[in-house]
T-cell receptor, first 114, second 115 residues
Framework: DAKTTQPNSMESNEEEPVHLPCNHSTISGTDYIHWYRQLPSQGPEYVIHGLTSNVNNRMASLAIAEDRKSSTLILHRATLRDAAVYYC???????????????FGQGTTLQVKP | NAGVTQTPKFQVLKTGQSMTLQCAQDMNHNSMYWYRQDPGMGLRLIYYSASEGTTDKGEVPNGYNVSRLNKREFSLRLESAAPSQTSVYFCASNGGAFRGTDTQYFGPGTRLTVL
């Protein structure tokens, strides 16, 4: 599985936009980019995913570089509830033995200051 | 829908004791997973069940056994608990066709301490 690299931690002020980066220089053409987040003392939850085009949903936006070697999760207005660990994970659409399992790195711990 | 539920929420064991962590999902998902999360780390896969009737080892299976009881339930057993198994255990399920767009749903976790 291709590897992702994220900063260990980031800080943001409440109600300001947050850009969480992820590098995945060895991404293959069939890898989807997924983001999950884990609020304190909870299980991870799905945030967003994309393949090539930028994506928006009610939680966040995902901006994917043209060469797909990096991506950025964008929270448009951070709230205190967005303080969490954010994981960037690649999911292969066609790999052999593809069983849906996720491979987590250490993620980025986002602190939101009031 | 309750989603993915796990019992118990907390457990303290002595070294050598055994216990079973229970997980159930009500989303009619085919696949289920057990992960563990040590302090400050990401989740690591212990075992998974891609479909009812099948189970396979993940990244860190030693010291654990699993049972896919039916489509809804997937249990994790520690036969002889060790302090190294102190961790938070998460169960997850996935109903997708594994085409890269499928997503996982996680339970709230079981916090296990082995003394």
């Amino acid at each position: 599985d291709a590897k992702t690299t994220q900063p260990n931690s980031m800080e943001s002020n409440e109600e300001e936009p947050v850009h969480l980066p992820c590098n995945h220089s060895t991404i293959s053409g069939t890898d989807y980019i997924h983001w999950y987040r884990q609020l304190p003392s909870q299980g991870p939850e799905y945030v967003i995913h994309g393949l090539t085009s930028n994506v928006n949903n009610r939680m966040a936006s995902l901006a994917i570089a043209e060469d797909r070697k990096s991506s950025t999760l964008i929270l448009h207005r951070a709230t205190l509830r967005d303080a969490a660990v954010y994981y960037c994970i690649l999911r292969d659409a066609h790999g052999s033995g593809n069983t849906g399992k996720l491979i987590f790195g250490q993620g980025t711990t986002l602190q939101v200051k009031p | 829908n309750a989603g993915v539920t796990q019992t118990p929420k907390f457990q303290v064991l002595k070294t050598g004791q055994s216990m079973t962590l229970q997980c159930a999902q009500d989303m009619n998902h085919n696949s289920m997973y057990w992960y563990r999360q040590d302090p400050g780390m990401g989740l690591r896969l212990i075992y998974y069940s891609a479909s009812e009737g099948t189970t396979d080892k993940g990244e860190v299976p030693n010291g654990y056994n699993v049972s896919r009881l039916n489509k809804r339930e997937f249990s994790l057993r520690l036969e002889s608990a060790a302090p190294s198994q102190t961790s938070v255990y998460f169960c997850a399920s996935n109903g997708g066709a594994f085409r890269g767009t499928d997503t996982q749903y996680f339970g709230p976790g079981t916090r296990l301490t082995v003394l």
